[in-house]
T-cell receptor, first 118, second 113 residues
C-alpha cells in the first residue's frame, strides 16, 4: 500500500509569510503526528491528531497550528514565519495513537517538507 | 524534561568494520525505539525494545536495552555502505497521561567502500 505522502517537498518563504503543509497518511491510519527536525534540536514533536481531534501538543508557539480532516489527511500551518522556522517538517501516521496509554505503536514517516525561510 | 543523548555524533568508518552507537538518559523509559533516516527521507523504524536487558538482532544489527531502561546501544557488525545514514533513538516517556516519544539528536554514520 502507498506510504505517507507530504506536499510540497520543498518550500521557500520569506519572513512574515505563512505556510500550509499537507500530509496524507497510510490508508486506514487515523493518527497523524507532526515533527520539526533541525540539526541542532533534532526531532521535536509538534502535535498529534487522531480522528480529527488534537490528542497531544508539543512546546511550540501558537503560530504553529494543525488540523485533521475526516479522511485523516492533515495540514499544519505556520503563521508569521521566522528565520528559525527553517527545518524539515515530518509527518508520521499510525493506526493507533502514538501518545497516551499504548506502550508502542509503529509510526510511518513521510519524506518531509523542507521549509526554508529567507 | 527527559533527554536522550546519543554518541558519537558523527562516525566515519571503512566497510567491514564493527561499530557501536549509544543512547543514554538519566530517566527511565517504558520502551525505546531505533530508527534509521537516509537523506531526503523520513526515519524508518528498525526495532522497539521494551524489557530491561532485552537484546534484539536484526541481521548484522544488535540492539540492547539497559537493565534499568535508561540507555540503549546499537552494534553493527561488518558495516556496509548501505548502512550509511542517521541513526536515531527515541524513548517513550514512562509516566503521565500523554507519554510522548523523546528523541535523541542522532548519530550520523558514513560507511566508506
Amino acid at each position: 500500500k502507498a506510504g505517507v505522502t507530504q506536499t510540497p517537498r520543498y518550500l521557500i518563504k520569506t519572513r512574515g509569510q505563512q505556510v500550509t503543509l499537507s500530509c496524507s497518511p497510510i490508508s486506514g491510519h487515523r493518527s497523524v503526528s507532526w515533527y520539526q527536525q533541525t540539526p541542532g534540536q533534532g526531532l521535536q514533536f509538534l502535535f498529534e491528531y487522531f480522528s480529527e481531534t488534537q490528542r497531544n501538543k508539543g512546546n511550540f508557539p501558537g503560530r504553529f497550528s494543525g488540523r485533521q480532516f475526516s479522511n485523516s489527511r492533515s495540514e499544519m500551518n505556520v503563521s508569521t514565519l521566522e528565520l528559525g522556522d527553517s527545518a524539515l517538517y515530518l509527518c508520521a501516521s499510525s493506526s493507533l495513537p502514538t501518545s497516551g496509554g499504548a506502550v508502542y505503536n509503529e509510526q510511518f514517516f513521510g519524506p518531509g517538507t523542507r521549509l526554508t525561510v529567507l | 524534561t527527559q533527554l536522550l543523548e546519543q554518541s558519537p555524533q558523527f562516525l566515519s568508518i571503512q566497510e567491514g568494520e564493527n561499530l557501536t552507537v549509544y543512547c543514554n538518559s538519566s530517566s527511565v523509559f517504558s520502551s525505546l525505539q531505533w530508527y534509521r533516516q537516509e537523506p531526503g527521507e523520513g526515519p524508518v523504524l528498525l526495532v522497539t525494545v521494551v524489557t530491561g536487558g532485552e537484546v534484539k538482532k536484526l541481521k548484522r544489527l544488535t540492539f540492547q536495552f539497559g537493565d534499568a531502561r535508561k540507555d540503549s546501544s546499537l552494534h553493527i557488525t561488518a558495516a556496509q555502505p548501505g548502512d550509511t545514514g542517521l541513526y536515531l533513538c527515541a524513548g517513550r516517556e514512562n509516566a503521565g497521561n500523554n507519554r510522548k516519544l523523546i528523541w535523541g539528536l542522532g548519530t550520523s554514520l558514513a560507511v566508506n567502500p
